[in-house]
Structure formats: C-alpha cells, structure tokens
C-alpha cells in the first residue's frame, strides 16, 4: 500500500485528511511543528486501524525542513507515493500597512516555498515508481484581493495566459504548438492584456476578482 505524507497533521484540515487517507489503506507520516503529543494521538488512531504511522517534527519555514522530513519518512515508511502540502499560517488579521515584513517572509516560507521544496523532493521518487499524488491546499484568498479593497480602492488580480512576449519559448514550432492549444486559436497580444487593465483601472465597483485572460482552453 502507498505511503502519505500529511504536513500539519496534527490537527485541522492535516489531521482529518491524515486519519482519511489511513482509513483508505494508506500508511500516513504525519507532519507537526510544535504539537508532537497531537501528532502522536493521530498516529496512534492511524495504528489502531492497522496502518503504519509515523510523526515527523520540523519547523516548514526552514529550508532544510523538507528535504529532512522526507528523508525521515523514506527510512521509516518507505518513498512518499502521496503528499499533502496542509501546514499553513494565517497572517494577523491586520491591514496591509501593518504587515511587518518578517511576518510576510515567514509566511512565504511555510505556505509557498516549503510545499515547493517538498514537491521538488518528492517528484523524482514519483516518476522513478511511475505513481504520485501531490496535493497543496490553498486558500480561496489565493482568488481574491485579499481583505484590502475597502475606501474607494479596489484590489483585482489579472492572469494572463500565452501572450506573445518574450516570456514564451522563441522557438516558432513551440509557439505554434502553443497557439493552437488555445480555442481561440493563437496567442494572445500584450494589448489584449492591457485592455483588460483599463477596464478594471476604470471600474470602481469591481473587486477582490481573478481575472483569467487566457484565449480558453481546448476541452480535452
Ligand atoms: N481553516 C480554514 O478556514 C482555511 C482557509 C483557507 C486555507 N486553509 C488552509 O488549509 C490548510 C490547513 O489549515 P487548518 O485550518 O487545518 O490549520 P490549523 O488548524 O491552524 O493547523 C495548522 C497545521 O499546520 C502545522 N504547522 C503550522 N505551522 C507550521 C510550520 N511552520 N511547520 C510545520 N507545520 C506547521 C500545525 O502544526 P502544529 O500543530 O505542530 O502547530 C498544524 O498541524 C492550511 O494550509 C491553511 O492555509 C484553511
């Protein structure tokens, strides 16, 4: 049976996929930062269904955290065959100038760069046994503006996707190949994009959106 490793195990939305994924078959690594008598609760209900459990501690907002933990579960369980990036912080629910920067250095360690390092590290056990599931869990904040867009300033995100620029591959076949995956049939114009910027700039009712502007995708 695969081995899962579940970040931020030991309690919340971890713990729940932890105790999931065992009742589904799977021996679990669970991953905690400071709640090792939580984590090791879960474990224990994880071994009681007949799975193999293991705790591994580590703080994600150091670097070298990821590479350990996995490490550490590849000698205990075996190759990790799913991960579940869920360890998360939540910043203060302060407003955007009082964000200090260290608080928002840390939460790009813990919430972005460590499931990166962990997915990076995972991948080529992956593809070696030709089987992985990786799964991030994000945050409907990651669609919105965030809690800014109040007292006449709006807050919107634009995601271009395939505009003729030099972020593209220059090679023309590749570009071709690019263009026709899209349903409009061609990459899309840096002025499409810039249009699309005017017309939230000029509207004052409009906020907290996700704007995709991406030619549509081919259904497959
Ligand atoms: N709950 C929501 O409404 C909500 C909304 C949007 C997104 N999410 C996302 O869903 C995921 C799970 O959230 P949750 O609500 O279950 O959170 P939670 O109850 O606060 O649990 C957080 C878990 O992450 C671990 N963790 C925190 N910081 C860590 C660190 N630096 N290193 C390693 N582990 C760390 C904690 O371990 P310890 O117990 O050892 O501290 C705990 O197991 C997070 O990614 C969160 O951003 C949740």
Redesign the pocket.
């Known amino acids: 049976m695969s081995v899962a490793l579940v970040?931020?195990?030991?309690?919340?939305?971890?713990?729940a996929v932890a105790l999931r994924l065992g009742e589904q078959g799977h021996d679990v690594a669970i991953?905690?930062?400071?709640?090792l008598e939580?984590?090791e609760q879960v474990a224990g209900e994880l071994t009681a269904l007949g799975r193999r459990a293991v705790t591994v501690g580590?703080?994600?907002?150091d670097p070298q955290?990821p590479g350990r933990i996995v490490g550490e579960v590849e000698e205990r369980l075996g190759g990790v065959d799913v991960l579940v990036a869920?360890?998360?912080?939540?910043s203060a629910p302060t407003g955007i100038l009082e964000v200090a920067l260290e608080d928002w250095q840390r939460m790009l360690a813990?919430?972005l760069t460590?499931p990166f390092l962990l997915a990076q590290r995972v991948f080529p056990g992956m593809l070696e046994r030709g089987f992985g599931r990786i799964v991030f869990?994000?945050?409907?904040?990651a669609y919105t503006g965030g809690l800014i867009g109040a007292h006449g300033v709006t807050v919107n995100v634009i995601a271009p996707g395939l505009i003729d620029t030099d972020m593209l591959p220059p090679e023309e076949g590749v570009r071709e190949q690019l263009a026709a995956s899209r349903a409009v049939g061609r990459l899309g114009r840096s002025e499409e994009v810039a249009d699309m910027v005017v017309a939230v700039v000029a509207n004052a009712y409009m906020s907290n959106q996700s704007i995709v502007i991406d030619g549509g995708t081919l259904p497959t």
Do not use: E, K, P, W
Not at 31 to 35: A, D, E, F, I, V
Not at 58 to 61: A, N, S, T
């Open positions: 970040t931020g195990a030991s309690r919340g939305i971890g713990r991953g905690y930062s400071h709640g939580q984590a580590g703080d994600l907002g955290a869920n360890a998360g912080i939540a813990v919430n460590a869990l994000s945050s409907v904040a």
